[in-house]
């Protein structure tokens, strides 16, 4: 196997979370500016080492034309990924189980500025589904021998990737890695990938947080 093709494979399964180690050992807090652009490097790289390596690399990464059936599809697996994520935080809400981590987490997130927080969206929807779906996926099943084998390293490695969040919080996580693979599977498209995950991340980043802060508005000028 040649070893480009295999540190672009590692860099796929493992930039994520050392990046993101990483920085935090300098301090930095992982929804900064310069962790962020460091995952676009990393997404960057393997499309170079993909395009070096490979002949047919922008079919093996998806990267063709969405079309209408993809985007639907795109929707149903943004709907499948809202259904688990709510019943999994119906589930944590009865039982308890967010940890203070997760809630200072997600509210250290929440008081970023609107546009801070659709850059965040917008990089986690590109550069994991090109490092977690387009290159482990669709250029690891040439290194494995094998698509099926390719996508459940995918899926492992994407969900270990977000452990920061907490235990509780990989159950939603694992849901949706299996969802955006079996997307890539069957569409073999990258963008489609890309708009489920913006989608997703788009409503919990953005759209509920915005929803929750204007009926908060409403009911204290109601008040």
Known sequence: MPALLIFGLVVSLAAVPLLLASFKRLHFQPWALVPRISLWAAAIVVVVIAAVRVGAWRAHLGFVWPTWGGIGWAVVAAALMFGALGASMYVQQKLGSHSHKQRAQYQALLSLPFGHRCFIVITAAVTEEVLYRAYAVGIGQLLFGSLWVASAVSVVAFTLA?????????????????????????????????????????????????????????GHNAG
């Not at 498209?189 to 409503?203: K, P, Q, R």
């Open 162 to 218: 977000h452990f920061k969040w907490g235990l509780a919080h990989l159950v939603p996580v694992f849901v949706s890695a299996v969802v955006f693979t079996l997307l890539f599977m069957l569409t073999h498209n990258l963008w489609v990938c890309i708009l489920a995950h913006a989608i997703v991340d788009g409503a919990g980043f953005l759209a509920v947080p915005a929803a929750m802060h204007r009926r908060a508005k409403l």
